[in-house]
């Protein structure tokens, strides 16, 4: 399992992922699941992945062999976000098509779930969440953050706290404590993490991340945030009972 989270704000876009994966008890691994595509000064883009790891690198490996290939439509050559996102959903079909039937017939799902943002110039940062089928949908500011993979034991601080007026980081902030509370909950999510940080208009990636079990500031918030947890529910009224 895996847990990603992004979250777009008026200050830009921040992106979280875990990196563990399993497929048992006995077959835990460490695999990086935040992708990146950049052409400095004139965009950026991030691809998060959940789901089958298989499908999910052929996805990731053919978009960038798409943007080598000179003339072929690619996330070097959309010109909007909008058409970026159709060429990851597009890439997922292609992947089904190949694969599906065969996955199937050794009783594995299809599945594959994925966060893609970014900017391209001349337009604000975007951010969408593309399912299995190559549909998507795009964030709003109504709806400001998608998660995908293990998403419920992290989605109520984001509920309370994102919304309009938050810097980067603040929301990234925000966001370590959701994937900590995912990490405390579910032994299929871990570290190490991969964190970016995209600054509206920047068009170049430059605050990213790599936080494994030894990296303070982590240690720091996880243990603050329990800490003032407990506080808090020890200052709260016990229950009142009526005869």
């Known amino acids: 399992m895996t847990y990603c989270v992004a979250v777009q704000s008026e200050s830009g876009l921040v992106f979280l992922s875990d990196s563990r994966t399993n497929a048992g008890l006995d077959q ?3 695999f990086r699941k935040m992708h990146t595509f950049e052409v400095p000064g004139e965009r950026v883009m991030v691809l998060l992945t959940a789901g089958n790891l298989s499908v999910s690198q052929s996805v990731a490996s053919g978009l960038r062999v798409q943007m080598g290939n000179d003339g072929e439509k690619s996330l070097a050559s959309a010109p909007n976000m909008f058409s970026a996102a159709k060429i990851v959903g597009d890439a997922v079909r292609k992947v ?8 199937k017939s050794f009783n594995i799902e299809f599945n594959a779930n994925m966060i893609f943002g970014g900017q391209i110039k001349g337009e604000p940062p975007r951010l969408f969440n593309i399912y299995s089928a190559g549909n998507f949908i795009e964030a709003t500011e109504e709806t400001p953050f998608f998660q995908i993979g293990e998403s419920k034991y992290g989605k109520p601080i984001l509920d309370r706290v994102i919304g309009g007026g938050l810097t ?14 995912t990490i405390k909950s579910n032994l299929s999510v871990g570290l190490p993490l991969d964190l970016m940080c995209y600054e509206r208009d920047a068009l170049r990636i430059s605050r990213r991340k790599l936080i494994d ?11 603050s945030w329990a800490e003032q947890l407990r506080k808090v529910f020890n200052e709260l009224p016990d229950p009142a009972y009526w005869a």
């Open 96 to 103: 089904y098509e190949r694969d599906a039937e065969s996955l």
């Open 213 to 223: 079990n030894k990296d303070p500031y982590f240690a720091s918030i996880r243990e």
């Open 28 to 30: 835990i691994s460490t």
């Open 168 to 181: 980067l980081d603040e929301v990234a902030k925000c966001c370590l404590i959701s994937m900590d509370s």
